[in-house]
């Protein structure tokens, strides 16, 4: 079975139960192929803040053996995940023992919610057995429409009311650029195999407001503007 076929099945399985869950095909898609390109298939692989297990499901399906975790389990997706073999933890990797190691960690669109960089990724090291593999995929605070944001005065990021109301904040505390994530893998001694910023979310041709013609306007030139993509990948071992 091929990367798009995989994934595509994960998401017809798991829209059953969670419509929505393929939004973000484009970008689970980049995650698989970046995946399976480095990370071999007798690697004990755990996706941490796995959402509806969309990624973890595909993998098994491509033949990885895969756990997950998560803080905010999807009740009604338990018994799929269980069905096909996908052991989904109820845990937050910051405070609780996961009891094991494994030899590949994924973490996808999660750091970017934390409040301490610093723990989260000594968090996944700990984590990976000696030599194993750390993927953390995030968005890219530079990508193009947010410089144009930044250029006529608006900011970059737009969570502020909750931000300064919730006591227990849980959106984007920081987003960061593609060189401040190699920097805090090479402050984290984690040695990096490959960095690169990417367009996940493809421009579409759907013009039912004015906003969607300029925001995939740059969607589409972000796909040749080195640097503007709308996410950062890395991969580094421990």
Known sequence: MINKEALKK??????????????NFDSNLEH??????????????????????????ALIFLGYK?????????ENIKKIWDNYGLRVKNIDILRDDIGKKYGAVVSIATIEHQANPKLFLNKLKEMAVDGGYIYVATPNITHLLNRIRFLFGRP??????????????VGHWREYTLDELKK???????????AKNRQETKPKINFKRLRDIYVNLFRFLSCFLPGTGDANIILGRK
């Open 10 to 23: 994960a998401i017809e399985i798991i829209s059953l139960y969670a419509p929505g869950a393929g939004w």
């Open 32 to 57: 698989l192929n970046t995946i399976t390109k480095y990370i071999p298939k007798n690697v004990y692989v755990f996706d941490a803040g796995c959402g509806t297990g969309v990624l973890a499901l």
């Open 66 to 74: 895969v756990e997950a975790g998560d803080r905010h389990i999807i």
């Open 156 to 169: 970059p990021q737009s969570n502020l009311e909750e931000f300064f109301e919730e006591e227990n904040f």
């Open 184 to 194: 805090m893998f090479e402050w984290s001694n984690i040695k990096i195999i490959e």
